[in-house]
Nanobody, 122 residues
Framework: QVQLVQSGGGLVQAGGSLRLSCAASGRTFSRYFVGWFRRAPEKERETVAAISPSGATSDYANSVKDRFTITKNNANTMVYLQMNNQKPGDTAVYYC???????????????WGQGTQVTVSS
């Protein structure tokens, strides 16, 4: 079992940058897919980005492509979300999560961080 602790976030002006961090304890991320999700008020949860266990593959929501980057460190203990050129629409609570593929081939995210608020002012 892996525990996730998030850090980063806060308030930034439009066009600015923030970095979110997600630290693993108990286990490393080496066997897990890790995703970043966000939930804005009165909106559905959105998958922002995800990275494979090896770190070789990543995927992004169209709304953040070319602005956000998901990476992990070599020790597989940290996953980061670098957010550049931020927009007011990025305002949300952001969560990291770790999981594995289920029998159907879908990633099931079983472990979640505590969430962190990101607010982008116009």
């Amino acid at each position: 079992q892996v525990q996730l602790v998030q850090s980063g976030g806060g308030l930034v002006q439009a066009g600015g940058s923030l970095r979110l961090s997600c630290a693993a304890s108990g286990r490393t991320f080496s066997r897990y897919f890790v995703g970043w999700f966000r939930r804005a008020p009165e909106k559905e949860r959105e998958t922002v980005a995800a990275i494979s266990p090896s770190g070789a593959t990543s995927d992004y929501a169209n709304s953040v492509k070319d602005r956000f980057t998901i990476t992990k460190n070599n020790a597989n203990t940290m996953v980061y979300l670098q957010m550049n050129n931020q927009k007011p629409g990025d305002t949300a609570v952001y969560y990291c999560a770790a999981g594995s593929k289920n029998i159907g081939g879908t990633v099931q995210y079983d472990y979640w961080g505590q969430g962190t608020q990101v607010t982008v002012s116009s």
